[in-house]
């Protein structure tokens, strides 16, 4: 069987890991076995540990299909791969169901953003592209300590810089 790590409610676009799922040509059977809590507060993103982002998943995300998953092999697609606390939390959910095999698929690996050539007005230091969550528009960032990265916090538009 295969499954797709699950979209919050938020995501742009919306169900976008279910859509690839559903538009794979596979040989296998296709099932969506994971679901966000309605009730999430806070972004992954905020937990910068493997640990911190493993909790989060933890807390609200669950293992929802009414398929029995005993002794099956299951495959699971997700977009990136940035901590490995995704694909950990969603193997454990599996094996605890069960399931005998899991092969996780992530169609890139992030090590870290790619810094653009552009460089800060405000501090001098390489700027990087970041994407606004909640419609998906791509900005300049100098990209502060809070964030893993080492400059100001300076925010532009991509048009104009």
Known sequence: ?????????TTKPPRKMATLLHALDVGLPKEELFTW?????????????????????KRFVSLTSQVELRDKNVVIVDDQYTTGATTMSHIEMLLDAGVRNVLFVALFYLTEEVPIENTCPRCGKPTRIKYRKRDGAPFYNCVPPDYNGTGCGWMGNLANG
């Open 37 to 57: 809590s309605p009730n999430v507060t806070g972004s992954i993103r905020q937990e910068k540990k493997r640990a911190g982002r493993m909790e989060f998943i």
């Open 1 to 9: 069987m295969i499954t797709c790590v699950a979209d919050k409610a």
